[in-house]
């Protein structure tokens, strides 16, 4: 079955850390970006960031960008997020998303594939 | 980075009926590089069309887009009261992607 699962979500505090994972199956996850998506309770869609097959390029929204760290590991069919100096308007629903490029370059296209996502709460 | 609004924000229609969702953006979309999406209550968001006008697979002939530059439309037509949910439009072809923020329609 092709699918992502995340996982990692829970409780943090502001100021802390936290660490998402995402494993995809039934297909070849070192060929295709992937991103992480965000939803607070009750908002819309909000794009963390993304990388591309290789991690040549990451890119990140202005929210998060030197707070947190995308990276993948294919030989796992992996992709995290790493979070750092965690806010309370971090609190979310985080999916794992793949692009539909496969070996893409420098840009990003729309996405075909989403997990079920991942809720991280930030609060004292 | 280009902003895209959507509207109306919420939307009621009656079963049978059809809707047509509007997405605006900031600047010109070049090459069409719009798509949009259905979230229903509970679930992860799920691909509807891509190239502003391409169904994804597995999309029934009732959802259609259209519209170039900066106005977008995405029309369902046959509304049933499994079409509630809400839309977001994404423009993609960037390294930084954006969403708009969504019109929660209600059949």
Redesign the interface.
Known sequence: EVQLVESGGGLAQPGGSRRLSCVGSGFPFDEYAM?WVRQSPGK????VG?LIWNSR?I?Y?ESVKGRFTISRDNAKNSLYLQMTSLRVEDTALY?CVRD?ARFSG???????L????TTVTVSS | EIVLTQSPATLSVSPGERATLSCRASQGIVDS?L?W?Q?KPGQ????LI?GASTR?TGIPDKFSGGGSGTDFTLTISRLEPADTA?Y?C?H???????????TRMEI
Do not use: I
């Open positions: 991103h819309g869609l909000e794009w993304g390029y890119d929204a999916y539909m420098l840009h990003y296209y729309y996405m075909d989403w997990g079920k996502g | 590089q798509a999406y979230q992860a968001p799920r691909l891509h994804a809400v977001y994404q993609y072809g960037t390294s930084l992607l954006t969403f708009g923020g969504g």
